[in-house]
């Protein structure tokens, strides 16, 4: 999920990404009842039409040279696969503590990207700021985070913890306007609205 994610960022602005990326509480809320054989109800499907709807609206204005929906795209593929992660880190978190779960899956990340990594000669030609930048990134963004959502899944439902993940691209677009100055338009925003209220119904429905 972090590979898509962060190849969407190549094509489109910080919010495309995240908003693909904010579907996976609805793939979530798709998946959950398949492989957890719990039962599911006809609103998801509402809520899919919806999510489609937001994203259409969220490209209406703009073309596929742009790379908004080349972005948008990879950022549902990302939440598809993150989906996939959630559901598989509440099976094994039964039985593996939370952050040694965390340590595990990053571990394996780690080694199946390696040979990648050295197949790509400008990874040795960054500077120190880069290299600080990654620190950051990867312990305390990634690692420390990942391990935290982990240990709430512990606490509370997969699909709770998904709709309060959600709200992700909202402090996401926000600091990429005060940050990177990435100015949302009208549509970008009200087709956000959309995919959010869209994924916070379809997890509340089902955790109630």
């Given at each position: 999920?972090?590979?898509?994610?962060?190849?969407?960022?190549?094509?489109?602005?910080?919010?495309?990404?995240?908003?693909?990326?904010?579907s996976f509480p609805l793939f979530v809320a798709w998946l959950e009842p398949l492989v957890f054989k719990e039962e599911r109800h006809r609103r998801d499907w509402l809520a899919a039409i919806a999510v489609v709807l937001g994203m259409a609206v969220m490209v209406s204005d703009?073309?596929?040279?742009?790379?908004?929906?080349?972005?948008?795209?990879?950022?549902?593929?990302?939440?598809?696969?993150?989906?996939?992660?959630?559901?598989?880190?509440?099976?094994?978190?039964?039985?593996?503590?939370?952050?040694?779960?965390?340590?595990?899956?990053?571990?394996?990340?780690?080694?199946s990207l390696l040979p990648f990594v050295f197949s790509e000669n400008s990874t040795f030609q960054l500077d120190k700021h880069d290299w600080w930048g990654l620190l950051l990134l990867g312990a305390v963004f990634t690692a420390l985070s990942h391990g935290l959502f982990m240990f709430s899944l512990r606490q509370i439902s997969t699909r709770l913890a998904s709709m309060t993940a959600s709200l992700e691209p909202?402090?996401?677009?926000?600091?990429?306007?005060?940050?990177?100055?990435e100015v949302?338009?009208?549509?970008?925003?009200?087709?956000?609205?959309?995919?959010?209220?869209?994924?916070?119904?379809?997890t509340y429905w089902h955790r109630h």
């Open positions: 999920h972090w590979l898509t994610f962060f190849a969407s960022l190549n094509y489109a602005s910080v919010a495309y990404g995240l908003m693909g990326f904010a703009t073309s596929w040279e742009s790379g908004a929906l080349a972005g948008l795209l990879l950022g549902v593929a990302s939440g598809l696969s993150f989906a996939l992660l959630t559901l598989a880190n509440r099976w094994q978190g039964i039985a593996i503590p939370p952050f040694k779960l965390a340590f595990l899956q990053n571990a394996v990340a780690c080694i909202v402090y996401g677009i926000a600091l990429a306007y005060a940050v990177l100055n949302p338009t009208l549509r970008m925003l009200l087709g956000c609205a959309i995919v959010l209220a869209a994924t916070t119904l379809a």
